[in-house]
């Protein structure tokens, strides 16, 4: 019997790069939809692994869709699946078209423009903080006077993702500058062009992520996810750890609202990931969704410490089988990001962990004697590396005494003197 293909939208990225390896695994023929760009970044073994691709410009999206169906059907495409941001939205209009299983081709819109986010959410009941759209200065005081923002308020992108562009304003003085950086984040896939930013009020507390599978409108949340994010004006992501147990009154609470979000963008067949603050009181609030699976090496988490095989079970979600979504292990596991103390030009690194018992993923991508930036966007990563463990709190004490032992040295620009410093972990918020 000849088993459907599977289509992949960019496969660059360790997460489709493990998406891609376990459908090949299964037998399945993998294809691409990619840009000339994005293809000559991949590698020989993701190059190897794929049956064929097609080369697009995800910024037409019409005629994408278009081209990528046409090829799906010659090639016998029965499943679409990405794991990219920028490509969900796209994802579900692919699957309208084929007849594959997929979400709402038309609700979905609202879980990568931010603006839509917030009115979908709202018309759902989904507590969500107060966000106005503002396209010129006029519009950012009038935002900045209204009561239901206050201050600290946050200014972020109309459809940014990992954290770039998005500001925790103390004041007005700061929210100028705060509008211009959100509105200079590039539009990927030709997704800028609006001048809109948004101002949104703050919701204060700790800040965890849910990561679901929602098969036939059904979901399951496999794992809440506690979030290490930066202090400061600008909150990028420093780890990831999970599973977290909350109190059982605050999870229901937590799945309740992101259950509804998930219904709110249309979510039917596929995977989520979002992102919550609970405050001291156990008020939850959703921050976004993302209609994908998390980035940021949660799935490996989540394959050490639950046993689960996200990969699988994305593949099995989107073929329309059921998919395998049952814990098999019940360990930890948590994520360190390398970042650099400042920007500049990446002269050293050295004590990076290895691969071996406990530690199952290391990853390094800044070039020595190439740029590094301040973390101001997690985009800024360095690397990163993966602890597991049976208790939690080793896991924690582990995963940090081995970010200490990671140095870098890094020429600031411009032409400063060389500084060696631990890779930062300055200003991390409980
Ligand atoms: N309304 C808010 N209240 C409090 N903190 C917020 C709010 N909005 C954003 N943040 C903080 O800023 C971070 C980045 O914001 P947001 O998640 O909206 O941006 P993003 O670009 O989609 O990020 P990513 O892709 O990394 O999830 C959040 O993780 C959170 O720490
Ligand atoms: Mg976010």
Redesign the pocket.
Known sequence: MTLPGVLLLDAAGPEAGALATAAAARGHQVHAATTATAYKGYGPKLKDLLAGHIVTDFARSGPAVDEIAAYARRCGVGAVLTVN?YLTELAAHLCAELAVPGNDPVRVHAARD?AAMAKAFTASGVCT?Y?VLVRDSAGLRAALADPRVGF???I??LS???????T?VSGPACAAAAADAARAVAGVYGSGGDPGVLV??????T?Y?VESFTQDGTTTHLTVTR?Q?TGGA????TGHSLPVDLPPAIEAAVHREVGAAIGAVGIRHGAS?T?V?VAADGRC?V??I?ARLA??QIGVLIQHALGIDVWAALLDVALGRPAQLAPTACGCATVRFVTSPCAGRLTSLSGLPTVGPGVPFVRWRAALGGPVHAPD??GHRLGSFVVTGSDAAEVEERADALLRQVRIRVEPHPNGPGQVRPASTSAI?P
């Open positions: 941001e931010k903080p966000t600290p308020c946050v972020k992108p940014g993702a990992g954290s770039a562009g998005v925790v949104q009020a703050y919701a204060a507390g800040e992520s979030k994010v600008s909150r990028v992501e990931h992102e603050i609030t921050i976004e993302g980035a940021g966007a997690n918020a």
